[in-house]
């Protein structure tokens, strides 16, 4: 009697991902996330999507150059090295406009704010200081000598906003709050304690404990220091400091406020606070990033907060990196302009400003490069071997160069796939992955696309069986 071979069937598993996360740089992070990202956009989740390009503005900016979006109401661009031109970029009648304004030589920008209309500007020269006004033809109408108020440089941490048409200044320990509609008069402090007094100024000293930080957030100016937050009660003397949360701000450019919300990079990483309980931390998955971010500025615009090469979607809770951090530097500003993003690269003696339109994509704007990287993915217990495909679906916006990679039991980096697809060839791809325990997929390209699943295949190997196919 003779008997067959018996053949052993392979049993085949597919798990299908449709619903991606961004960035998760913990242990244990979910197989949806991404190890590292360039290029992704955060509100594309749950799908993968390359970015919208970025685009180089004309001209070199000079030492000390700088973007400023006093109030968010109007954008400044500081072209530094010197130059007393500012170009003001607002929108009047609802439409973008540039003008320019004219400071004395040699004066620099500490600070700007919107008021009553007018632009007003805190410039130091030397060792003087003093608020400039300009309206919105860009004529100066008014100056007033800060130095005996503000003193000589270095003036510390300094900056200034509006509220109910008071100009206030922190400098140091001290908050400076002005009178009602007026530039002047900035150390006649009333000392009239009759509350009613609509004219009535103040100054509220912390001593030793230095302001890093203030934003006006739904009608209420919000200060900060490195360690506390602060909420200013009352619109008219006796102002009144109250601390809402033992959580601040290492860096006054990262306050933002963002659908509605106000982010900030505290020491623990960034910030979330909705108008009421105390800050929430967003970006656990993210350890590390308030020492990468602090030297960085941000923005809001839409459901996205913007801070130096990252960006987080405020409605998923998902983050990816925009673009490669700057060797030596930082995207010293970001501010959020017309319907588009324009932020400030600074790098040793170099700087750059670059436009981004999150919404809108340009066909004739230079392809983006981009790159994604998976978590380490176990398909099965460890020990096992298995054969293993994936399959994954690409939609390109124009023409674009992909090339897939894996690191398989955490070897050397091997290419699966490299080629071009066409704007108008939408399809479906499969590449093999070798007999491994666990893998590492890395995605790159070049050009507008969209990765709306990734399927993957595999068959676990019976021990000491070698089965060459799948």
Same mark, same amino acid.
């Given at each position: ?21 961004? &960035? ?42 700088? &973007? ?41 920008? &500490? ?61 140091? $320990? ?23 007094? *609509? ?38 003397? +006796? ?118 339109? *999150? ?75 070798? +007999? ?26 019976? $021990? ?7």
């Amino acid at each position: 009697m003779f008997f067959l071979p018996k053949l052993e069937q392979i049993q085949r598993t597919i798990k299908t991902e449709t619903a991606f996360s961004g &960035l998760d740089n913990r242990p244990g992070a979910s197989d949806d996330s991404l190890s590292d990202c360039c290029g992704i956009s955060a509100s594309g989740f749950p799908v993968l999507t390359a970015c919208n390009p970025r685009v180089k503005q004309t001209g070199t900016p000079g030492d000390g150059c700088d &973007l400023l979006s006093p109030d968010g109401h109007e954008m400044l661009e500081i072209p530094g090295g010197g130059q007393p031109v500012v170009r003001r970029f607002f929108a009047a009648d609802g439409s973008p406009a540039q003008a320019g304004i004219t400071l004395e030589n040699g004066e620099s920008i &500490l600070a700007a704010a919107c008021f009553l209309g007018d632009l007003v500007i805190l410039a130091q020269k030397s060792g003087s200081i003093r608020l400039v006004r300009f309206n919105s033809a860009g004529a100066q109408t008014q100056s007033v000598d800060m130095t005996a108020l503000l003193g000589s440089p270095p003036f510390g941490s300094i900056g200034m906003l509006t509220y109910r048409n008071r100009l206030m200044i922190y400098q140091n $320990d001290a908050l400076h709050i002005g009178y009602y509609g007026s530039l002047e008069d900035w150390e006649k402090y009333t000392e009239d304690s009759d509350a009613l007094k *609509p004219l009535a100024a103040q100054k509220l000293l912390m001593p030793g404990r230095s302001f890093t930080c203030g934003i006006l957030y739904k009608s209420r100016p919000v200060f900060f220091q490195k360690d506390a937050m602060y909420l200013l009660y009352q619109e008219k003397k +006796p102002f009144e400091l109250v601390k809402a949360a033992d959580i601040g701000c290492i860096n006054p450019r990262t306050a933002a406020v963002c659908n509605g919300v106000l982010y900030f990079l505290s020491e623990g990483g960034v910030m979330a606070y909705a108008g009421s309980g105390i800050p929430v931390l967003v970006s656990q998955k993210l350890p590390l990033l308030s020492d990468r971010l602090a030297q960085s500025g941000a923005c809001g615009f839409d459901n996205t907060y913007y801070i130096g090469e990252f960006s987080y979607d405020s409605t998923s809770g998902e983050w990816t990196k925009l673009w490669e951090p700057l060797e030596n530097g930082a995207v010293a500003a970001a501010c959020s302009y017309g319907g588009k993003i324009y932020f400030l690269d600074k790098a040793d003696n170099s700087a750059a400003i670059y436009r981004y339109d *999150p919404v809108r994509f340009d066909h004739a704007a230079a392809p983006v490069s981009w790159h994604f990287t998976t978590q380490e993915l176990y398909e099965t217990e460890p020990g096992k071997k298995k054969l293993s495909a994936i399959a994954f679906r690409v939609q390109p916006e124009q023409n674009v160069s992909l090339s897939v990679s894996v690191s398989a039991d955490s070897g050397e980096w091997q290419t699966l796939f490299e080629g071009t697809i066409t704007h108008a060839d939408a399809r479906e791809l499969r590449v093999r992955i070798p +007999p491994c325990e666990h893998y590492r997929l890395r995605f790159e390209g070049t050009g507008k696309l969209t990765i709306p699943y990734i399927r993957r295949i595999y068959r676990i190997i019976p $021990d000491g069986k070698i089965h060459p196919f799948l």
